[in-house]
Every structure is written in structure tokens, then in C-alpha cells.
């Protein structure tokens, strides 16, 4: 894996704006019953955006969620407007501050999904099943179809109620009725780029070759304000709160980077362990983009050390150590006591001391913000981790040549996805418990497999590793030597796709938060981010993301 950039940034002059600027913390739940407002009421943007994005000096954001939310009151439209706004507020990440108005307008228009206009049945069907609401897809689109079950052709020619089609196509949890829709509304879409206004293909093309729900949005949502900038009529109460909430976030970011950088500098495992990776902006890319939330930066922070350790012992394994070494390493992880660091070379002991801290750290702030400790369910996790990590090792040094389901079964825990999501479960006040562990394990399985397969898709070669590493592709051509090796692995990641649909729009609503649902979410889209490499072995999304959201 490429890095995503190698420079870092002095921070020091936007930090007495970022305390200033940042909204008040929440509870860690759901942040639009916390609507976080800003103290103090004015936003002050240092170095701004491009013009398009830019804001005046004493733009008040208070009084931009005031105005934004008197729209959602009295919309001078029918309910057709309002679902049009709901989206636009989802499509720019701000819908957060307004999540009670959005529950409400999207019960009230939940008839549209009756009605015979393409665009608001497909948009009332999307908003409601992101909602939690039980609605068959097949059903709802049935009277766009033939007796044979094709769309109409009719409906080719409208733009955007293909559009909305296309978006709903993704959220596809196992119904026929949507794999026909993507492929239909695919074929039209790409057809009528060529006679649309500028604006309206370019956001077009965009949305083909980044959809909605299996894309990133904080990504989308530039994208998706610079196509609003360009309408006619534009709405800048709505414009306005979302560069608003660009700037503050990259702002927060830089703040929890710096601090992560302060942590890892003060760590010195860069230099104990040198032939390691020392990718500390590509590892914060992960919990910034996951957990969403002006109220999780602390977990954001913690998330990031706990993903540098398992790429350090990812290459302590690989890189590094002898068999003799990584057995004490393994050994000492499932005695969990720091006198066991005593057996381990010394270029160990720091990254032992390291892990085992950090842990321990998390442990104890679950315990004093939710009563109970998860310790002996993350020790156990970093011990599967291990064993994972030994697995590997067996079948290099031996000449074994796994099959590939018992490496992409092993492929999953070495990830090092269980093991992130298993902390952040605990740090949002989850428990494990009988009932819950077989659904908890398929919304954390589901994009730790995305994860593998991606990854293992890629013919990229990560610049600062030189370890040796299985294949499942290589692996499944092996056992199948005339198979389409990518298609058949394209067919598994859309499969995990709608598994993890079925688990985020179904009852697991109601026993696991919409913040954990959404990070499991998140982490799936961010893969064909931080994986997407083009011909020329780049990776031309992640850097436009981190240009984007950082620097």
C-alpha cells in the first residue's frame, strides 16, 4: 500500500482557533439529539478555501442552523422539497445537527414511495430504509416495470429520477428487483452524459464512478456542494453551513493529528524498530474517516495508536523477527504482564510495553465512562491477532499452501479490523453479551473481508514493505486456473455489501448504536479509498482525500 503522503504540517498557528471554533462535546451518542452548538456563536476561518468555499470572517453559525432548520419547517414546497433538502443536508454531511426534523419529515412523506415519479419513490424508499424502516424494494419499484420485470423504457430519459434509482440500487440487500436497477440505470446514465449540461454530468460521471452508500460521503460532499454552487437558485443557508462544517473538521483534524504525532514521537518505536512502517498520516485516515463526531476525537486518537501498533507488529512478524523471537512475542501477549517483556529482545519490549499500555488505557476509560472493563476481551483479541499473525508465518516458513477460504478466513482476523472494531465496541458503551456476539460478528466480519479482498485485488506493492504476503487472488487462480479471478472476487465484496446492509437496516438498529453501525459502514467505503490504485500504481482518491479533508 502506498502511502497516502509523507509530509507533515505545523499546526501551531490554527490551534487557538480549533479550541475557539469547536462544538461543545456530547453525550457520544447519536450527535443530532446533541446538537453540539458553538461557543462562541461566531466561526472564525483562518487560511480559507478556495472562493467557492470561502466564508466571512463573522459568518455566525448559530444563525445558519436557525435558517436551516426554518426550511425544514416551513418549506414553501410540498413534501417533495423537503425529501429534496433532507438528501441535500445527508449528501453534505451536515444532517446531524437536524436528525429530529429529518425522523419527522421522512415519516411524513413516506407515501411518495407510492407514487408513480421515479425520483421521489426511489429518494422516499433510500431515506426511509437509512432510516430503519422495513420497506421491499421490489415492491416499491414493481410499477416501474413490465410484465417481464424490466424497467421501462420509458423512464431512460429522466436524468434524475435514474440518478435516484441508481443511488437506491446500492442499498440493495438481496432483492432482484435492485441488481436490475443498477444495471439499467447504469446503461442510461453512461448514455446520456454525452448530451447533459456540464454540471449535470459532471455530477453525473461523478456519481457513477463514486456511488452513493458503498462511497465515502465526506468525500462526496465537496463534490456534491460545488454541483449545488452551480444550480440557478442556490440555497446558501444550507451552502454556508456546510463550509462551515469543512472547515471546523479539518480543523479538528489537524488538532488530532498533531496530537497523535506528540504520541508517536514521544513513543521512539519508529526508531526502535526501524525496518517498520512509519505511516502515521495513513493510519490516522482510518479512525478520522470512520467515527464520525465532534464528541469522538479522544476515541479518533486512541483508534490511530491501536492501528500503528498492529502495522508495527505486522512487520515485526514479517520483517523482523526470527521463529524463535516471534514465539516469546506471541507467548508473552497471552500472559498479559509486563514482566514478560523481560524474555523479549529488546526492540520487542518497547512495542510490548506499547501495546500492552495502550490497551490498558482504553481498558480503564471504558470502565470510568461506561462501568464496565474490557480488558479480558481485548487481550483476548490481540492473542487471536497473534495466532493469526502465526498462522501466516507457519505456512511461509513450511512452503504451506493454504486453501483459499482457510486464508481468507485467516486473512480477515490479520487485518487487524476485528481487533480496531472490538475497541471502538467497547469505547461506545457496548457489552458483549450471548444474544448479541453472532450479529456483532457479521457488521465487523463483513468489512474486515471488504477489507481483505480489496486489498488482495490490488497488484500494488506497498513502497515501505518488503515482507512477504499471501494472495487470495493468487490462491483462487491457483485452484481455478481458467476462472475470472477478479470478477469472482468483485462478486464476493458485493455479496459482503449486501450482508452488511441486511445488518444495518434491519433489527441490529436496536440493539447497537447508530455511531458503531456507521463506523462498520464507513470502514467498508474507505477501502476502495485507501485501495483504489490506478494503472500507474497511485492512489489518486486517497490523495485527493487527504488534500481535501486535511491540508
Not at 432510516?131 to 436524468?159: E, I, P, T, W
Not at 429520477?161 to 428487483?177: A, C, I, K, V, Y
Not at 458483549?432 to 473481508?449: F, W
Not at 462498520?520 to 476502495?528: E, I, Q, T
Request: charged share 25%; proline share 3%; glycine share 6%.
Amino acid at each position: 500500500m502506498a502511502a497516502a503522503a509523507h509530509a507533515f504540517f505545523s499546526l501551531s498557528s490554527v490551534e487557538p482557533v480549533l479550541h475557539s471554533a469547536l462544538p461543545v462535546a456530547g453525550n457520544g451518542g447519536r450527535s443530532g439529539r446533541n446538537h453540539g452548538f458553538f461557543r462562541p456563536s461566531t466561526v472564525i476561518c483562518p487560511g480559507r478555501e478556495p472562493a467557492s468555499h470561502g466564508l466571512s470572517d463573522d459568518f455566525d453559525f448559530q444563525e445558519s442552523l436557525t435558517n436551516v432548520q426554518a426550511l425544514l419547517h416551513h418549506h414553501p414546497t410540498s413534501g417533495r422539497g423537503l425529501l429534496t433538502t433532507v438528501d441535500h443536508l445527508k449528501r453534505l454531511c451536515i444532517d446531524h445537527y437536524f436528525q429530529d426534523e429529518i425522523d419527522t419529515i421522512v415519516d411524513s412523506c413516506a407515501d411518495l414511495i407510492h407514487g408513480d415519479d421515479l425520483l421521489y419513490a426511489t429518494l422516499s424508499l433510500r431515506l426511509m430504509r437509512e432510516a430503519g424502516y422495513c420497506v421491499s424494494a421490489d415492491d416499491v419499484l414493481r410499477k416501474f416495470a413490465n410484465d417481464n420485470g424490466d424497467f421501462n423504457l420509458g423512464l431512460s430519459k429522466d436524468v434524475r429520477g435514474l440518478l435516484s434509482l441508481q443511488d437506491m440500487s446500492h442499498l440493495n440487500m438481496g432483492e432482484p428487483s435492485l441488481y436490475k436497477a443498477n444495471e439499467f440505470s447504469s446503461k442510461h446514465l453512461r448514455f446520456a452524459i454525452k448530451y447533459l449540461e456540464p454540471n449535470l454530468a459532471r455530477y453525473v460521471r461523478q456519481s457513477l464512478d463514486h456511488p452513493y452508500h458503498v462511497s465515502l460521503m465526506q468525500y462526496k460532499a465537496r463534490h456534491h456542494l460545488s454541483y449545488l454552487q452551480n444550480w440557478p437558485t442556490r440555497n446558501m443557508a444550507i451552502e454556508n453551513l456546510a463550509c462551515a462544517e469543512f472547515q471546523i473538521k479539518k480543523l479538528q483534524h489537524h488538532r488530532e493529528m498533531q496530537e497523535v504525532r506528540r504520541w508517536w514521537m514521544d513513543l521512539g518505536l519508529a526508531q526502535d524498530v526501524p525496518a517498520a512502517r512509519d505511516q502515521l498520516l495513513k493510519w490516522y485516515m482510518w479512525p478520522m474517516t470512520v467515527l464520525e463526531g465532534f464528541s469522538f476525537s479522544r476515541y479518533r486518537i486512541e483508534i490511530t495508536k491501536i492501528i500503528s501498533i498492529v502495522y508495527i507488529v505486522d512487520d515485526i512478524f514479517d520483517l523482523v523477527a526470527t521463529q524463535e523471537e516471534i514465539s516469546l512475542f506471541n507467548e508473552a501477549i497471552k500472559m498479559w504482564d509486563l514482566a514478560a517483556a523481560d524474555s523479549l529482545p529488546n526492540y520487542m519490549i518497547s512495542c510490548y510495553k506499547a501495546l500492552y499500555t495502550i490497551t490498558n488505557d482504553i481498558a480503564d476509560m471504558v470502565r470510568k465512562e461506561h462501568g464496565a472493563n474490557p480488558i479480558n476481551h481485548l487481550r483476548k483479541a490481540w492473542a487471536t491477532l497473534f495466532d493469526g499473525f502465526m498462522i501466516e508465518g507457519k505456512w511461509l516458513s513450511t512452503n504451506q499452501v493454504p486453501t483459499s477460504e482457510d486464508y481468507l478466513r485467516n486473512g480477515i482476523i490479520t487485518s487487524g479490523a476485528p481487533l480496531v472494531f472490538l475497541h471502538l465496541f467497547f469505547m461506545l458503551g457496548h457489552d458483549l453479551t450471548e444474544g448479541n456476539k453472532d450479529n456483532i460478528h457479521r457488521v465487523i466480519s463483513c468489512p474486515a473481508k471488504i477489507m481483505r479482498l480489496w486489498d488482495d485485488m490490488g497488484s500494488a506493492k506497498d513502497e515501505s514493505q518488503e515482507g512477504l504476503d499471501g494472495s487470495y487472488k493468487e490462491l483462487y487462480q491457483r485452484e481455478n486456473p481458467r476462472g475470472d479471478a477478479d470478477g469472482h472476487m468483485l462478486d464476493m465484496i458485493a455479496s459482503e455489501w449486501e450482508c452488511l446492509n441486511n445488518e444495518c437496516f434491519s433489527g441490529m438498529k436496536l440493539t447497537l448504536s447508530h455511531s458503531f453501525i456507521t463506523a462498520s459502514l464507513n470502514f467498508a467505503r474507505m477501502v476502495r479509498v485507501m485501495y483504489g490504485y490506478d494503472d500507474e500504481q497511485k492512489l489518486p482518491i486517497l490523495e485527493d482525500y487527504t488534500r481535501m479533508l486535511l491540508f
